[in-house]
Nanobody, 111 residues
Framework: VQLVESGGGLVQPGGSLRLSCAAS????????MSWYRQAPGKERELVAA????????NYADSAKGRFTISRDNAKNTMYLQMNSLKPDDTAVYYC?????WGQGTQVTVSS
């Protein structure tokens, strides 16, 4: 089983990034998926989640109105579109599916 995140990087405040999570080795389309993040010195927190068919999503208050979670089951891939990024969004972002975690991708928001 592999979950591989990509798309992180350094962006200025107000900018955008699109994270991807490519899954292999398990029945991606059968499972709800989610994005988490962990900032230095803080606990890992849920950012957004999506049901197996993509029909329902939910977001942390900090992400509502700025982030959009989506998935393409035909490509075994989940996405997180992040707009209006703030320095407080700086963290390592992880995807999770069933009991599996990716290795994380760093997002740094700084001028």
């Amino acid at each position: 089983v592999q979950l591989v995140e990509s798309g992180g990087g350094l962006v200025q405040p107000g900018g955008s990034l699109r994270l991807s999570c490519a899954a292999s080795g398990f029945a991606f389309g059968h499972y709800d998926m989610s994005w988490y993040r962990q900032a230095p010195g803080k606990e890992r927190e849920l950012v957004a989640a999506i049901t197996s068919d993509g029909g329902s999503t939910n977001y942390a208050d900090s992400a509502k109105g700025r982030f959009t979670i989506s998935r393409d089951n035909a490509k075994n891939t989940m996405y997180l579109q992040m707009n209006s990024l703030k320095p407080d969004d700086t963290a390592v972002y992880y995807c999770k599916g069933y009991r599996y975690w990716g290795q994380g991708t760093q997002v740094t928001v700084s001028s």
